[in-house]
């Protein structure tokens, strides 16, 4: 990638009651008369089509120049400020969020990485005209295995013969540009794949058959399709990268995606919880409404805490990205694993507060259901939580010999949201991390300074000391604990681990933005009660007495002046 400064991203805390410019343009998506609201969406998702209307608005607004780095005449530059565009999207539709976004991102990153000046030029032409790239990495039979893929591509002269399947590929046929992941070596081994960046417009049709679209019960509208390439040639100056590089590069590019994908799906619960407050405001029950009744407060105000701690670990990676290149295979790994799990808990206890509600398709509560169904699609985009699990285990005996309890904290930039830092570069990314842990150092870090304070002082204490536990484990784990085959205790282990992680961001993202605008998130309520229920997820912590009127009181303020219930809080349409 280029090496060139982008344009310095504006801090997300200005001018807060001012919608941001894509959420301007989708409109206020609650009402009837929108072409782009709820309702819209939800007839286009029971017809199993994206939304075209929808797709216009992203074309005018030039979406695709926010996958661009911005050396090559787009708008990327740094990745919390990516996920935070493509919040309006996920919090209206996954399936275009996926079909017309997060799918050219996993498309285009590899070449970004790896890719030579004309071929990224040319791919960088592609998005900026509002084409779309589709990524083949997976094969149906190997899965997440992405190293026994059978797809394959041999020289023969100046070109390059594709043979093979991709299957269950969002966009295939609709993409102008794919980047596919194929075997160029016989023999076994890393050496064995190089990925291929293909000009559909360019390729013998004659050569391609396309396979019937998959339907699935969630994201219904995306073009989940097949292809299968028989001896198809292609220039063999199309491969992305060295022969037999494949590897390394995909390996920095899922760190891109694992980051920011999560961190933009926080759009998807944040309407979730919206939905569930406006019914918990206007329901009456024993005389009041639901949202006073005390278990549906605390059903309500953990939700958002889960939320909140889910934006705090993943927009810390995405910062991490620039900050911490060389340790982010693991953090990255972490965000894929956890945050869509807070998601789905955090889902499931707003279900109870809505009740049977929760399983309509349509009226004014049908987009959380719609949601309840896409949101589990949508955290298995290239990677499932076992697989980020896998890529933790072999690296993390390293990192708890090496760093935890002895670094120093990361530096202030890796949270300080309003600090603009350096263009996104993936090749600075590294495919296995090293023996430090700048982020989890946060953790001790901060815990020493809070030692005096009654609450949070034993409550980071008992982290701390969960943190020492799990150092041990990891040190007296066997040979084959350390591989990505270990067994299911050590899979556990990686579990803790990115828990731990999670309050390491909270802790640092408190810590380091005192000139947030917003008083409660500089006063330490929310991070009292998300650090403790990251502690009850461990078993570990003093006993707490629910979630704090504070906390339940700002989501209850949010809600009804129509703002975010991120960690920026921006006014919505």
Request: hydrophobic share 45%; net charge neutral.
């Amino acid at each position: 990638m280029t090496t060139a400064s982008a344009a310095p991203a504006a801090s997300p805390f200005t001018d807060l009651g001012t919608p941001a410019a894509l959420e301007s343009r989708l409109g206020d998506p609650t009402d009837p008369g929108n072409p782009l609201g709820f309702a819209a969406f939800l007839n286009a998702d029971e017809r199993g089509d994206l939304l075209s209307a929808g797709e216009r608005v992203l074309d005018a607004y030039g979406l695709g120049a926010e996958f661009v780095p911005a050396a090559l005449g787009g708008r990327l530059g740094q990745a919390d400020h990516l996920a935070r565009v493509l919040r309006p999207l996920f919090r209206r539709d996954v399936a275009l969020a996926l079909g017309h976004g997060a799918s050219n991102l996993v498309g285009s990153v590899n070449v970004w990485s790896s890719g030579s000046a004309k071929q990224r030029r040319w791919l960088a032409d592609v998005l900026l005209r509002n084409g779309r790239v589709a990524a083949g990495y997976t094969d149906m039979s190997t899965g997440n295995d992405v190293s026994r893929t059978a797809f394959s591509a041999r020289v023969e002269r100046d070109s390059l013969v594709l043979n093979g399947r991709k299957e269950i590929i969002n966009n295939l046929a609709r993409a102008e540009a794919v980047t596919l992941l194929a075997r160029t070596r016989e023999e076994a081994g890393s050496r064995s794949h190089s990925m291929v960046l293909v000009d559909m417009a360019s390729v013998p049709r004659e050569r391609l058959r396309f396979l019937p679209r998959y339907r699935t019960s969630g994201v219904r509208a995306l073009y989940l399709g097949g292809l299968e390439f028989q001896d198809c040639p292609v220039p063999v100056t199309a491969v992305a990268g060295g022969f037999g590089e494949a590897m390394e590069t995909i390996l920095r590019a899922f760190q891109v995606t694992r980051a920011v994908l999560p961190a933009a799906a926080v759009g998807t619960v944040d309407q979730q919880l919206r939905t569930v407050m406006d019914f918990a405001v206007q329901r009456r029950l024993y005389g009041r409404a639901v949202s006073e009744l005390p278990h549906a407060r605390s059903l309500l105000a953990g939700a958002w805490l889960d939320l909140l701690v889910a934006d705090c670990l993943a927009t810390t990676v995405c910062r991490a990205l620039h900050v911490l290149p060389g340790q982010t295979s693991v953090y990255a790994a972490a965000v894929k694993y956890l945050v869509p799990t807070l998601m789905r808990e955090a889902v499931d206890a707003m279900a109870v507060v809505l009740g049977a509600r929760s399983f309509l398709r349509e009226g004014e509560h049908g987009v959380f259901q719609k949601h309840l169904r896409d949101l589990p699609v949508a955290s298995l985009v290239h990677a499932g939580g076992t697989v980020c699990q896998a890529t933790m285990i072999p690296q993390l005996p390293r990192m708890a010999r090496g760093g935890w309890l002895r670094d120093d904290g990361a530096p202030a930039e890796l949270f300080t949201m309003n600090r603009a830092l350096p263009e996104l570069d993936a090749e600075r990314l590294s495919v296995m991390a090293g023996r430090e842990d700048p982020l989890m150092a946060a953790l001790p870090e901060v815990a020493a300074e809070l030692a005096g304070d009654r609450v949070l002082g034993p409550l980071c204490a008992s982290l701390v000391g969960e943190l020492r536990r799990l150092k041990d484990q990891f040190g007296a784990l066997a040979p084959r604990d350390r591989t990505p085959v270990a067994s299911a205790g050590t899979f556990v282990l990686a579990e803790r681990y990115a828990v731990l992680l999670a309050a390491a961001a909270c802790l640092g993202v408190w810590r380091h933005n005192a000139d947030n605008p917003n008083p409660f998130l500089r006063d330490t309520a929310w991070l009292a009660a998300a650090l403790g229920r990251l502690a009850g997820r461990l078993g570990c912590g003093p006993e707490t007495d629910g979630v704090p009127e504070p906390v339940f009181a700002e989501l209850a303020r949010r809600h009804e002046t129509r703002r975010g219930f991120d960690l920026t809080g921006r006014r919505l349409a």
